[in-house]
């Protein structure tokens, strides 16, 4: 027997009727798995990173050094999944379940090769990298041993990353959410074997994090390959071959994202590079609030990744009104549901930053930022959720360069200037009014209706 959540998707692919409170249901049936998940990596996160962080400011140091730019490679492996499952986002809201399925076949092979060649690149890199980032001697070695074992495990995340969001578009949130709530549940148990039991350290961090994607990645092929009613390729025989038209199409939707990703995350290792020079302390801080912060921003890309699905089948069955009205729809609940965990994270920033760091100077500077971010968390929101609505109707180009323009100029550059006169403080002021801009920014793109055109 079909779920309400099937009958509600199948009703923008076959031309019913949604009312608002049934297209505000939909949203959040497909929101909550995602969230959950989103908040329990969150709490997971928080356990391994106090793990480090018992470890020492010098041990959270080296990861935050490096920990940009394992973001950057993981960033092109969200742009490689999301050139493909767009298109199979809107081949499902066409009924088209069969060409679906050939995306898939195209997108799995194209991934491997990719995510190969990105992971050699970041293996090639990591000796240097902390030398690069202006990394202390106490923390260089241990920074370039995370980063290698990182980027050798970026096939599996490429895998995992790329069958997630193929299953998510298809509608189906709740198998990629509870696999990934077992990954971190996994995380954790290695972190501790590795870390403790085993005594490697950060490289025990790493070693864990890298066994706990594997076996995910291996469960998330399983789910989305054969037991997949939408994208299960055992329903037909078909070819792995990329072919012209579907890489092309891909490359349309990616390219925009993997070049935002390059220059965004580009300036998050700028970021790094301006704080650096603080010391340990501002590094560990700095590092540690960044994850605490979490705690407020997941949820919204759990929001994202429905809105995603949603906008993406919309626009499929040629439903554009729809479209837009669950763009509204989940950027609003996002925006209301990262506003109160922010003024939970300004309350408790003190003993969030405790579960983190025993240091009582990092605690108390990682506190004193988190506070200061709290008032950006409603346009953050925003940001977050009317990007995943763009990226899921194929408008990637104009998004990414309203990302990269506001990243650059509006954080950036004047934090050059402002770290140096208020030290990480003034860091997170740059930061906390470039999400504010950033969200205002994405809100009007969402208004003027471009984004569907």
């Known amino acids: 027997m079909a779920s309400s959540k099937d009958i509600l998707l199948g009703q923008i692919r076959g031309g ?9 249901k939909l949203s959040l049936m497909l929101s909550y798995p995602a969230i959950i998940a989103q908040l329990s990596s969150v709490l997971m996160q928080y356990i391994d990173t106090s793990m480090v962080g018992h470890l020492g400011a010098a041990a959270g140091a080296s990861i935050g050094l490096v920990s940009t730019c394992a973001w950057l490679l993981g960033g092109f492996c969200g742009a490689c999944s999301s050139g493909f499952s767009v298109q199979v986002a809107h081949l ?22 990719f995510s190969g060649c990105i992971a050699l690149i970041g293996m090639a890199v990591s000796g240097p990298l902390p030398l690069w980032l202006g990394g202390t001697p106490e923390i260089i070695s241990d920074a ?28 189906n949130m709740k198998v990629p959410s509870l696999l990934n709530i077992g990954m971190c549940v996994l995380d954790v148990c290695f972190n501790y074997l590795f870390i403790y039991v085993l005594d490697l350290g950060v490289v025990g961090a790493a070693l864990g994090t890298g066994l706990a994607e594997i076996i995910t990645a291996g469960a998330m092929l399983y789910f ?25 199409k891909a490359l349309d939707i990616g390219g925009p994202m993997a070049l935002q990703n390059i220059l965004m995350r580009g300036g998050y ?28 921003y997941m949820p919204g890309y759990g929001i994202a990744d429905a809105a995603t699905a949603l906008v993406g089948q919309s626009v499929g069955a040629g439903r554009r009104d729809l479209a837009k009205r669950f763009a509204w729809i989940t950027t609003g609940l996002a925006m209301g549901i990262m506003s109160f965990l922010a003024v939970l994270m300004f309350i408790f920033a003190p003993q969030l930053m405790a579960m983190l760091s025993p240091d009582a100077e990092v605690i108390a500077l990682g506190a004193r930022v988190l506070r200061i971010e709290a008032f950006a968390e409603l346009g953050y929101a925003a940001s977050i959720v009317a990007y995943g609505a763009c990226v899921g109707a194929g408008d990637t180009k104009w998004p990414s360069v309203l990302n990269l323009v506001s990243m650059w100029l509006v954080r950036i550059f004047p934090a050059i200037f402002f770290t140096r006169m208020y030290g990480l403080v003034g860091f997170w002021i740059c930061m906390a009014v470039e999400l504010t801009f950033r969200g205002t920014v994405f809100l009007i793109r969402l208004a003027r209706g471009k984004w569907l055109k």
Do not use: H
Request: one cysteine or more.
């Open 92 to 113: 499902i809201g066409a009924n088209d379940f069969k060409s679906a399925r050939e995306v898939l076949r195209q997108a799995l092979v194209s991934a491997l090769v």
């Open 224 to 248: 989305t390959v054969v037991r997949s009613p939408e994208l299960g390729l055992q329903q037909e025989k078909g070819s792995f071959r990329p072919t012209g038209r579907v890489l092309g």
């Open 16 to 24: 019913g009727t949604l009312t608002g409170g049934q297209q505000l």
């Open 144 to 171: 370039s041993k995370y980063f290698f074992i990182v980027a050798a495990c970026i096939p599996f995340m490429q895998v995992d990353w790329m069958c997630a969001s193929m299953l998510q578009v298809s509608g």
């Open 269 to 296: 290792i700028a970021s790094t590079v301006i704080v650096a020079p603080l010391g340990t302390i501002a590094i560990a801080a700095n590092a540690f609030a960044i994850t605490a912060e979490s705690f407020c």
